[in-house]
């Protein structure tokens, strides 16, 4: 399968600073890359949609200013929290769709924030 | 609200068993279908996709797909202890932009 890095794997930040995400794909080009929030024992909540070189789109109820997402070439995608609270930690995943049929997902290895 | 609708379970089997995993989509707009495996703490690994009515095979794994009853299943024959894990049903659709749903997953547990 494809390879997704997602960078840092665990931060520990306090609150009211911002810490930021890096979401590469190493062996393909993802036009579009997705991120998702998991809290322990639920599913994946999609939280935006980033495409290359345009605004990423913000899932209803998610916070476009406090979620900052870049995606600036073809195989980078940054989310940046901005003034974390204690309930912005959670498990941050990270995947790239390759372009090709049938769009399947290949996901990062994760980034667990603890913000205390 | 377009949703994928999972049984979360625990599915427990015994080691050497068939394991059925099964799915439901509310969006008959949704074409493809994939199936991730989850182990604790860490990220979703694909497993397999299906966009054709009926049965795919790989290795060990079928996915079956049913598109008239919106039902997806995965089927694990030979289980070992390793598969233990959660395993992730997920419909494509094309809302605004192309995504996925995921259901909330079906923990599975091989017994030795």
């Known amino acids: 399968g494809a390879v997704v890095s997602q960078h840092p794997s665990r931060v520990i930040c306090k609150s009211g600073t911002s810490v930021k995400i890096e979401c590469r794909s190493l062996?393909?080009?993802?036009?579009?890359m997705f991120w998702y929030r998991q809290f322990p024992k639920q599913s994946l909540m999609l939280m935006a949609t980033?495409?290359?070189?345009?605004?990423?789109?913000?899932e209803q109820g998610v916070e476009k200013d406090k979620f900052l997402i870049n995606h600036a070439s073809l195989t980078l995608s940054t989310l940046t929290v901005t003034s974390a609270h204690p309930e912005d930690s959670s498990f941050y995943i990270c995947?790239?769709?390759?372009?090709?049929?049938?769009?399947?997902?290949?996901f990062g290895e994760g980034s667990r924030l603890t913000v205390l | 609200q377009k949703e994928v609708e999972q049984n979360s379970g625990p599915l427990s089997v015994p080691e050497g068993a068939i394991a059925s995993l099964n799915c439901t989509y509310s969006?008959?707009?949704?074409?493809?279908f994939f199936w991730y495996r989850q182990y604790s703490g860490k990220s979703p690994e694909l497993i397999m996709f299906?966009?054709?009515?009926g049965d795919k095979e790989d290795g060990r794994f079928t996915a079956q797909l049913n598109k008239a009853s919106q039902y997806v299943s995965l089927l694990i024959r030979d289980s070992q202890p390793s598969d233990s894990a959660t395993y992730l049903c997920?419909?494509?659709?094309?809302?605004?932009?192309?995504?996925?749903?995921f259901g909330s997953g079906t923990r599975l547990l091989v017994r030795p």
């Open positions: 969006d008959r707009g949704s074409q493809s």
């Open positions: 062996d393909f080009q993802a036009t579009t």
């Open positions: 299906i966009y054709s009515n």
């Open positions: 997920a419909g494509a659709i094309m809302d605004s932009s192309y995504k996925l749903i």
């Open positions: 980033s495409n290359e070189g345009s605004k990423a789109t913000y």
């Open positions: 995947s790239a769709k390759r372009r090709t049929v049938p769009g399947e997902l290949f």
